[in-house]
């Protein structure tokens, strides 16, 4: 069996912030947790492809059928640059914070660096993932990355939630991490913080009220939703920037520049676009992703301009207004309703 240390410091001399290592064994409480929430109604339908078979999901056999170890990983995304830019006569649409960059790719590529290693070291089969289709929490759990926060997102000791997560499916035995076993305590800030009351109870979150969720699932928000939603464009983390913990994470220089879009995007320019533009213009950032609905993130821009309530946007929203589409044209009237 490999020591757990040997591993680690090589993840960390590729610049990974923090790695830890569990076995392979099926995440079955995680599945079972899955399961129940879906039969609840939690879910989105539109979610529901990377979910079709729960338990390959949560069984990392799967992907390398004789895999031994997960080597869990994540990385910090939080750095000091300005959030809320405005600028005038230019409506913007906000974009979460871990989008501002696609941290994926870059952990992505430093993890499949340390695969290389493994690989030329102890003759590994590896597999490399990050933001992929596997129960990516629930793994960092049990590894030791962190614990669930009661808005349901991992939280790193040193980190907190600001992370990314990744992981090396791998069929070399390596010496495991414990889980992580630390809780929010009495603590229910984010509970209380969240604009539509989509955390129903500790840990379980109604997707059909999560503005994080909704901003990929196309088609008319709830008017008491859609008026909470502010300028968002893409995702939503008031849940985490009212997390205590969160607030005693240093801010770092930026650990990476790939696709890059930064904090806010102007909304205008999201509305002028073709589908094909923004691929193109935004084509390294996971917003721009295959499986990113399009006219979801249009919608958005009008939910947004309808909040904002720039009049000098009324004749684009007129124009969508008249729009083929009907969600989008019903968007743009609940838009111009709001002025
Ligand atoms: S991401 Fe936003 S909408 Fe979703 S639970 Fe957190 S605060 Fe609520
Ligand atoms: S805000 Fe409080 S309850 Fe929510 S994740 Fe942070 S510590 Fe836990």
């Given at each position: 069996?490999?020591?757990?240390?040997?591993?680690?410091?090589?993840?960390?001399?590729?610049?990974?912030?923090e790695?830890k290592?569990t076995?392979?064994?099926?995440?079955?409480?995680?599945?079972?947790?899955?399961?129940?929430?879906?039969?609840?109604?939690?879910?989105?339908?539109?979610?529901?492809?990377?979910?079709?078979?729960?338990?390959?999901?949560?069984?990392?056999?799967?992907?390398?059928?004789?895999?031994?170890?997960?080597?869990a990983?994540c990385?910090?995304?939080?750095?000091?640059?300005?959030?809320?830019?405005?600028?005038?006569?230019?409506?913007?649409?906000?974009?979460?914070?871990?989008?501002?960059?696609?941290?994926?790719?870059?952990?992505?590529?430093?993890?499949?660096?340390?695969?290389?290693?493994?690989?030329?070291?102890?003759?590994?089969?590896?597999?490399?993932?990050?933001?992929?289709?596997?129960?990516?929490?629930?793994?960092a759990q049990r590894s030791g990355i962190g614990y669930y926060g009661?808005?349901?997102?991992i939280i790193n000791q040193?980190?907190?939630?600001?992370?990314?997560?990744?992981?090396?499916?791998?069929?070399?035995?390596?010496?495991?991490d414990s889980p992580d076993t630390g809780d929010?305590?009495?603590?229910?800030?984010?509970?209380?913080?969240?604009?539509?009351?989509?955390?129903?109870?500790?840990?379980?979150?109604?997707?059909?009220?999560?503005?994080?969720?909704?901003?990929?699932?196309?088609?008319?928000?709830?008017?008491?939703?859609?008026?909470?939603?502010?300028?968002?464009?893409?995702?939503?983390?008031?849940?985490?920037?009212?997390?205590?913990?969160?607030?005693?994470?240093?801010?770092?220089?930026?650990?990476?520049?790939?696709?890059?879009?930064?904090?806010?995007?102007?909304?205008?320019?999201?509305?002028?676009?073709?589908?094909?533009?923004?691929?193109?213009?935004?084509?390294?950032?996971?917003?721009?992703?295959?499986?990113?609905?399009?006219?979801?993130?249009?919608?958005?821009?009008?939910?947004?301009?309808?909040?904002?309530?720039?009049?000098?946007?009324?004749?684009?929203?007129?124009?969508?207004?008249?729009?083929?589409?009907?969600?989008?044209?019903?968007?743009?009237?609940?838009?111009?309703?709001?002025?």
């Amino acid at each position: 069996m490999i020591d757990a240390r040997i591993v680690r410091d090589i993840g960390l001399d590729f610049g990974i912030d923090e790695i830890k290592i569990t076995t392979a064994q099926p995440l079955q409480d995680a599945a079972a947790r899955i399961k129940q929430q879906i039969r609840a109604g939690f879910y989105l339908e539109s979610e529901h492809w990377h979910l079709r078979n729960i338990d390959d999901f949560c069984d990392v056999g799967t992907a390398l059928p004789k895999a031994r170890s997960i080597i869990a990983a994540c990385q910090c995304y939080l750095t000091g640059e300005c959030a809320d830019l405005d600028s005038a006569g230019d409506p913007q649409g906000l974009i979460a914070r871990y989008s501002w960059r696609n941290h994926y790719s870059d952990l992505k590529e430093r993890l499949e660096l340390l695969a290389a290693v493994l690989k030329e070291k102890y003759m590994a089969s590896c597999v490399v993932y990050s933001n992929g289709n596997i129960a990516e929490k629930p793994v960092a759990q049990r590894s030791g990355i962190g614990y669930y926060g009661k808005h349901s997102i991992i939280i790193n000791q040193h980190f907190g939630s600001w992370i990314v997560l990744g992981e090396i499916i791998t069929d070399i035995e390596i010496h495991p991490d414990s889980p992580d076993t630390g809780d929010c305590a009495d603590c229910t800030i984010c509970i209380d913080a969240c604009p539509t009351d989509a955390i129903i109870e500790p840990y379980i979150i109604d997707r059909r009220r999560c503005i994080q969720a909704l901003t990929n699932w196309y088609g008319i928000l709830p008017d008491e939703i859609a008026k909470v939603w502010g300028n968002r464009l893409y995702g939503c983390t008031d849940c985490q920037d009212r997390c205590p913990i969160n607030q005693n994470v240093k801010p770092q220089p930026p650990r990476t520049e790939i696709g890059y879009v930064g904090p806010a995007v102007s909304l205008r320019g999201i509305l002028s676009m073709s589908q094909k533009e923004y691929r193109r213009k935004y084509a390294r950032n996971q917003m721009a992703a295959n499986w990113i609905n399009f006219k979801a993130i249009k919608r958005n821009a009008l939910v947004a301009l309808g909040n904002i309530g720039d009049r000098s946007t009324l004749p684009l929203l007129d124009e969508y207004s008249k729009d083929n589409d009907a969600v989008l044209a019903q968007t743009a009237r609940w838009a111009m309703s709001r002025f």
